[in-house]
């Protein structure tokens, strides 16, 4: 599929139109891939739009099963399409009144979502894995969809350092983030064992990032946090040795790119966002969790993590 250049999608191509809802981050496009390729399936001649946060654009299309990206920063604006022109709307937002209420101004000819008022679809159910969730929700509006068709394609960009260990020091909340020197310690084993370690993050983690590298002991050229673009990103973790990284947008990437990974677990639950099968390891103190996403301090979870456990895991993955 050739993805389409930014702005195009404003303006119909005479195909049916497909609109999916899923105004969130990075780690919530990537379990929802498998819903994504259900609806490509499903609906072959239509045109699939994704309503996200535009610098999402780069890897929503490398799932390869969406025509264009719809820019859209949450709910709290209109989406901007006109009523009558979606042919199937699709809510993978959630089942509450702000994304029915967008989707429903369009005026869509069929809704694809939780039961509501106004929406038929199955009953919303807490506890379900999110890529369960969405898979289970296309299966019951008759769209076959299977939870473990995640990956992701390799961007067309080469690699920044291939076979690197890439250690993922940030986090969108302050629950989510291990201690500095606690990553500090894990890097420098690491980097001590021969492994060329890169220290990633974004731009506004890039001070976190630093202070890691120094307590490490690491030369600044390990630090990339803040120069990468987000396909620059996702090559370096789809060639890395492994991935360390909270339960953030990096250990969804090293899932897609079935790329070794350690996830840190904290407010949220595993069992809801956790990696598939294979070679991942989470590590979490589910019994000490206190599940406030949007706290400042990190939560008892993941300060139950220790620097052994994260290098046991290493071990028990081979990469040390």
């Known amino acids: 599929m050739q993805p389409e250049a930014a702005g195009e999608f404003l303006e119909p191509d005479g195909r049916p139109e497909v609109l999916v809802l899923r105004a969130l981050k990075l780690g919530d496009l990537l379990v929802a891939v498998p819903a994504l390729r259900g609806l490509r399936r499903t609906f072959p ?7 996200a946060q535009s610098w999402l ?13 719809l820019p859209t920063h949450g709910l709290d604006e209109p989406l901007a399409l006109p009523p009558g022109r979606i042919d199937v709307a699709v809510n993978l937002h959630g ?15 069929r809704r694809i979502g939780h039961a509501a008022a106004g929406w038929d679809g199955p009953a919303w159910l807490d506890g379900l894995h999110e890529r369960d969730r969405w898979t289970r929700l296309l299966m019951a509006h ?16 080469e690699a920044a350092a291939a076979g690197a260990v890439v250690v993922h020091a940030g986090a969108a909340y302050g629950s989510r983030l291990w201690p500095i020197e606690r990553f500090a310690d894990v890097a420098k084993e690491l980097s001590d064992a021969g492994h060329r370690v890169l220290l990633t ?10 202070a890691v ?14 120069s990468l673009g987000l396909l620059e990103f996702a090559a370096v ?3 890395a040795a492994l991935v360390i990284s909270a339960d953030t947008g990096a250990a969804h990437l090293a899932s897609a790119y079935a790329r070794p990974s350690i996830v840190l677990f904290g407010p949220a639950p595993a069992s809801e966002w956790g990696p598939p099968p294979g070679p991942h390891v989470v590590l979490t103190d589910e019994s000490r969790r206190l599940g406030r996403t949007f706290a400042e301090e990190p939560d008892p979870a993941l300060l139950a993590v220790s620097v052994a456990d994260v290098l ?9």
């Open 142 to 157: 008759g769209v076959d969809a299977d939870p473990l068709d995640y990956r992701l394609a390799p961007p067309a960009v």
């Open 45 to 51: 001649e239509h045109r699939i739009l994704y309503a």
């Open 57 to 69: 654009e780069p890897l929503v299309l490398l799932t390869g099963c969406v025509d264009a990206l």
């Open 201 to 210: 993050g974004s731009a506004s983690e890039r001070p976190r990032v630093l």
């Open 213 to 226: 590298q120094e307590a490490a002991g690491l030369p600044t050229e390990a630090v990339v946090a803040g």
């Open 237 to 239: 973790v789809a060639e």
């Open 312 to 320: 046991d895991a290493a071990r028990n993955l081979g990469v040390l």
């Open 95 to 109: 089942s509450g009144p702000q994304s029915r209420g967008r989707l429903e101004a369009l005026a869509p000819a």
